[in-house]
């Protein structure tokens, strides 16, 4: 199973329910503001109020307790409808009066009408049940072991939020069952509790970017939405349930401005087989009691703020298949129980704290136990040790194997690149100092990331051309020596091919090149490149980036590079090029960058050339040559020869292959703040 994509989402919602959610706090905090959006529903009140939604909208949410409460004495109070006077609060009023109240305030103030039609759909602030109805429930949350008496009694904590939402505020008023959680009644009614904790721990009535309908009078099955996004396309949010047994089985939940931390009473909900927490703020560690979770197929919790190990305990839920708790700042070492979970087929872990040795974990008794594991993603980590010629022998259904940078040292092992079903194995950024000298046939690997490592004192081997499938292959930045092989001109399947920064011979720009009709990228920056710049990489129609940065290159420009109509990105810099830059250049209409500064004598004027066609008007061009940008700033956004930030090492265009992308092209990197979008639109001003 592929994991979510739900990082790459960026369509906006135009469907959402909920009102504006407030703080659901204690009296002495009287409002919170959140930003009003799209998101809102009742986003045209707060327009109709102010004449735009681009204003602050606020949930007064007070509980109805007996005693007065403080007010701020600028205090501006509404019910969404009339906004027509400003009111001062002074000293105490009455909070239950003020219950469910919403205004929008910025730059008028609203009067609050009792007699106004509230709004409903906001999650309620709870208020103080009678004493008997919140002793019982309690009582049984506390034989049943579901939360503790002093979390119950804590005032503001998400369990005693959560106890005064049953005992009052839930239409439904469900009473505490006789049966214990075993029952249908008793699991029915620890479900809507724990559901419950969850809205409150993580701050759903202040935060959350949907309401996703929880705490409605409703069955929970009923707390979710459907969002609807500009192209009409749809995403179920919220709780999923078994449509025989009407039992929750899945939350859906990534994406929606979660806070706080996650309660152990969730774990008390055992039905659930999926969890999707990915790309909220959610932080605090995994608590014990989701070991109960003993039918999870899926847990994703990416792109949050967890915290501490992973528990040993996740190697009984024999269930999962898929485990993503990638991008947050967990810590200690793998556990060695992740190898019980045989069915387990995708583990991302990638961009945490994890420091472990590779051959204490990889060379046990986990690996075994991984037969159907597909995608294993570790980048990213504190990961030291080397790898054992047997590494990862038995994951013969391995696709997708991601161990970039980290500190793993010493030789790759031939073993990795026999592995019957691998797709991409990216070792980039770590502290490798040789590789295999022989490559067996392998039709398989389409993505090889070698690039920022220690590689040394050999010539890449002929026998690379046995890797038949590839379509990446990125040696950069390490200390290969001897010529470039022309085997590699055999690959014709490669669209990336990065050999810059090695200790090559001296030679010119590989012929074979010519037949590598597919390729879309080509950096060959400081290769030792002598010669000219041959006419057939004009051939290349394909080409986004041409890199020869850096080189021994003479002689002129050719015309035929002004052919690729799809060139982004050009890098002829700090070379011996004497030459006029070619009309051709005005066919460029893909340009984003163009480097030529640091040659003997290039001449032209890039204002003529990109300016006089106006596919350049609303889009700028980076130069770093000031002699050839006559009118600057003109077309020309950056002109920076002679600055040493032109032409430093931070402006190696490189790929981080990154496997929530798809290991596609997105962007290009310069460092600092300059980036290229690949896909943007070209009459966008950037």
């Known amino acids: 199973m592929i994991f979510p994509s739900s990082l790459l989402l960026s369509l906006i919602p135009i469907v959402a329910g909920g009102a504006c959610r407030g703080e659901g706090l204690p009296c002495e905090t009287v409002y919170h503001t959140v930003t009003c959006s799209e998101q809102d529903s009742n986003v045209e009140q707060c327009a109709a109020a102010l004449g735009t939604c681009e204003t602050v ?7 109805a307790y007996d005693s007065p409460c403080l007010c701020n004495e600028d205090f501006q109070g509404c019910d969404g409808d009339t906004c027509d006077y400003e009111i001062s609060c002074v000293g105490t009023i009455n909070c239950a009066a003020f219950e469910n109240a919403v205004h929008c305030s910025v730059t008028r103030g609203c009067k609050w009408d009792p007699s106004a039609e509230q709004i409903t759909n906001a999650a309620p602030s709870p208020t103080l049940p009678p004493a008997g109805r919140s002793e019982a429930i309690q009582q049984y949350l506390v034989d049943q072991g579901i939360s503790t008496r002093a979390a119950l009694e804590m005032t503001g904590s998400p369990q005693n939020y959560a106890l005064l939402f049953m005992a009052v505020n839930d239409d439904l008023r469900l009473e505490p069952p006789q049966g214990g959680i075993n029952t249908t009644a008793g699991y029915e009614f620890v479900v809507r509790y724990a559901l419950s904790v969850l809205f409150y721990s993580t701050l759903g009535q202040r935060i959350w970017a949907f309401g996703l309908n929880f705490l409605e009078p409703t069955s929970v099955c009923d707390w979710h939405q459907v969002l609807v996004y500009l192209d009409n396309s749809t995403e179920f949010r919220g709780v999923s349930c078994d449509l025989s047994s009407g039992h929750p089985v899945a939350l859906f939940l990534n994406q929606n401005n979660m806070g706080g931390s996650l309660p152990g009473e969730l774990g008390f909900v055992t039905t659930l087989r999926e969890i999707d927490l990915d790309f909220n703020n959610i932080g605090g560690t995994i608590p ?106 038995e994951m013969t259904k391995l696709e997708y194997l991601d161990i970039s940078d980290n500190y793993i040292a010493a030789s790759i092992p031939l073993q990795l690149f026999t592995l019957p079903a691998l797709k991409v194995l990216d070792l980039h950024d770590n502290d490798f100092t040789s590789m295999p000298t022989f490559f067996q046939e392998n039709s398989n690997l389409q993505l090889l990331a070698m690039q920022k490592n220690q590689l040394a004192g050999n010539p890449v081997p002929t026998s690379i051309n046995e890797l038949k499938g590839l379509h990446h292959l990125d ?13 590699i001109g055999d690959m014709t399947n490669l669209t990336y091919l990065f050999l810059a920064q090695n200790d090559f011979e001296a030679n010119s720009i590989p012929y074979w090149i010519e037949g590598l009709t597919n390729l879309q990228e080509l950096s060959l920056k400081d290769t030792q490149r002598t010669g000219t710049i041959p006419d057939f990489l004009g051939g290349l129609k394909g080409m986004l980036l041409l890199d020869l940065d850096k080189n021994n ?69 980076i130069v770093a040559s000031c002699d050839i940008c006559d009118d600057f700033p003109g077309c020309c956004a950056l002109c920076c020869e002679g600055s040493t930030e032109c032409n430093t090492a931070i402006h190696v265009p490189d790929l981080d292959p990154i496997w929530q992308l798809g290991y596609n092209r997105v962007f290009f990197t310069f460092g600092r703040e300059d980036y290229l979008d690949k896909n943007r639109d070209p009459n966008e001003r950037w």
Request: hydrophobic share 40%; glycine share 6%; proline share 5%.
């Open 288 to 393: 014990n009691s989701y070991q109960q979770m003993t039918n999870m197929v899926d847990f994703f919790a990416a792109g949050n703020r967890l915290e501490g190990p992973i528990p040993a305990w996740i190697g009984n839920i024999t269930t999962l298949e898929n485990i993503n708790l990638s991008t947050n700042y967990m810590t200690g070492e793998l556990p060695l129980s992740l190898g019980n979970l045989a069915n387990l087929e995708g583990l991302a872990l990638d961009n945490n704290l994890f420091s472990s040795n590779v051959e204490d974990v990889f060379d046990s008794s986990m690996v075994p136990g991984l037969r159907n594991l597909t995608q294993f993603y570790l980048e990213n980590n504190q990961l030291t040790g080397t790898l054992g010629d047997h590494f990862l022998r």
């Open 553 to 621: 290159l003479m002689g002129t420009i050719p015309v035929s590079l002004g052919d690729l109509e799809n060139l982004s990105i050009l890098l002829l810099n700090r070379n011996n090029l004497t030459s006029l830059i070619p009309d051709t250049f005005s066919s460029l209409s893909s340009l984003k960058l163009l480097y030529i500064d640091a040659n003997d004598n290039v001449q032209g004027d890039l204002d003529v050339l990109f300016c006089a066609n106006p596919t350049f008007v609303a889009k700028p061009v």
């Open 475 to 487: 040696l950069s930045q390490n200390f290969f020596t001897g010529d470039i092989p022309s085997s």
């Open 57 to 63: 909208c606020e949930r007064i949410s007070v509980a």
